[in-house]
Structures are given as structure tokens and as C-alpha cells.
């Protein structure tokens, strides 16, 4: 049988959108068209008409306050597809729907990008007061329990890195001083999971639990949303904030990791 040169078959203009595409990676959450244009040595207007064809697809989407771009909502959806077959949404759902059950509210499960949490899925809670699915959003690491389980466990110097210069403001809970996160992230490290109270958005509380996989890697983290008034401190410490631990070391365990 003869084999084909499957180099014949590569359509430029599709590796071209391709690249344009991965320039997205790692820290790289937002480019412009010059920036692209110069790290791949294709002409602007090329680069253009690429960002154009995927926004139209919802691949890429422009922010409209610096015209830059960033990944769209369909690389997400093709994502959690991905991640879906891989194992880490499929393992998650049952403990989702446990964990949604005995605390009585929205479970979530989400990664880590930039500085950013994702949300993947949830389950809700048949409370009559629920809080909105996130499903899909993007939130900051700082401000919220998932975000700051995914990153207490990086090494100091590369968390100062993380959280250099003017950290946002949310609320008048959001906390704005490196000291008082790095405070928050060792909380994470001795109880097993952290908290968002009211810190993002008001009357609203969180906790969240890292999840790792076999490699000891955090990959992810496992968390639930309520009204404060139903996630008091008390209840936090004594029940809540112990069943997400569990959850995630469970889910962790799905995923191959031994303690």
C-alpha cells in the first residue's frame, strides 16, 4: 500500500487560522492584530480577515475597550468536549450532584486560565432561592473560592508574580492587598478549601476545593455558591467548608491522585 504525503492535503489559509489561534495559549489572553501580524509573519490584513472568519464562529471574540481579541465562547464549548472525553467533567458530574445535595446549593467545577477562573459545570440546587448558573463565565482568581483553590498551591515567589500590581476591587469585601491573599491562600493549604465571602458580588458567598489529578497537579477545583444569609460563618466552618474538601479529594481520587 502506498502511502500519501499528508502534507499535500494542508490547506494554508486553515493552518494559517490555526496559528492565529494558538498565539492564544498560556498567558496570552488577549492579542492585537499588529501583535499577531508580527509574531507570525503574516500581513495584517490576512490576520484580520482570520480574526473576522473565527468571530463570526464565535472561536475569537474583540474586546471592544482596546480592540484586542481573545478566545470566544465556542473554544470553551469545544473544550468542555474535549475535557468531557478526557474524564475530568465526566468524573466530576456524580460528586457534583452529591455535593449539590448535601449543602443545598449550586456545585460547580472549574479550571484555571490566567488569572481567570472558567467555569465548566454545574448542578443547581431545587432551593426556590437559587443562585445563577456561571456556567461558561470567566471570573477572577482573586475574588472568588474556586479561583483561590486553584492557585494556593503554586509556589510563593510564582503567587507574588501572580498577584502583582493594582489587584480589582468587587466589593468592599474583595480582598485588594497581596498580604491578605497570600494570607487566604494558606487558610487554602491548612483547612483544604477557601472561601469567597461577599467578595466578588454582594450577598453572595462560595467555598471552594482544588482537585488534582494523578500527576499531584491542581487541574481543577470543585465548589458551591449561595446567599449569604444560608452560608453563614458557622456553617461554613462546621459543614459546608468540610463536605467541599471531601468532594474534592474524591473527585481527586477519580482522577488518579494518592495522598
Known amino acids: ?129 437559587r443562585v445563577i448558573s456561571r456556567v461558561g463565565l470567566h471570573m477572577p482568581a482573586h475574588a472568588t473560592a474556586a479561583g483561590k483553590a486553584l492557585v494556593a498551591f503554586e509556589s510563593d515567589e510564582e503567587l507574588v508574580k501572580r498577584f502583582t500590581g493594582e489587584i480589582p476591587r468587587f466589593t468592599k469585601g474583595t480582598k485588594t492587598r497581596s498580604e491578605d491573599l497570600m494570607k487566604d491562600f494558606s487558610a487554602v493549604r491548612e483547612l483544604g478549601y477557601a472561601t469567597d465571602l461577599e467578595e466578588f458580588e454582594d450577598g453572595l458567598r462560595c467555598i471552594g476545593a482544588p482537585v488534582r489529578d494523578y500527576t499531584r497537579k491542581v487541574v481543577g477545583a470543585i465548589s458551591v455558591s449561595g446567599p449569604a444569609h444560608r452560608l453563614p460563618d458557622e456553617k461554613i466552618a462546621q459543614q459546608v467548608g468540610p463536605e467541599v474538601a471531601r468532594a474534592g479529594r474524591a473527585l481527586s481520587a477519580r482522577l488518579g491522585f494518592r495522598e
Open 1 to 129: 500500500m502506498v502511502r500519501r504525503d499528508k502534507s499535500n492535503y494542508i490547506i494554508q489559509s486553515v493552518a494559517h487560522a490555526l496559528d492565529v489561534l494558538e498565539e492564544f495559549r498560556g498567558d496570552m489572553d488577549e492579542l492585537g492584530v499588529t501583535e499577531l501580524s508580527k509574531k507570525l509573519k503574516l500581513h495584517k490584513n490576512n490576520v484580520f480577515r482570520i480574526l473576522a472568519t473565527l468571530q463570526s464562529r464565535n472561536y475569537i471574540e474583540q474586546n471592544r475597550s482596546n480592540d484586542n481579541y481573545r478566545l470566544g465562547i465556542k473554544c470553551l464549548e469545544l473544550g468542555q468536549t474535549f475535557i468531557r472525553q478526557r474524564g475530568l467533567l465526566k468524573q466530576a458530574k456524580p460528586i457534583l450532584q452529591e455535593l449539590a445535595g448535601t449543602t443545598g446549593e449550586t456545585s460547580y467545577i472549574s479550571i484555571l486560565r490566567g488569572n481567570e477562573v472558567v467555569y465548566l459545570d454545574s448542578v443547581e440546587t431545587s432551593s426556590t432561592v
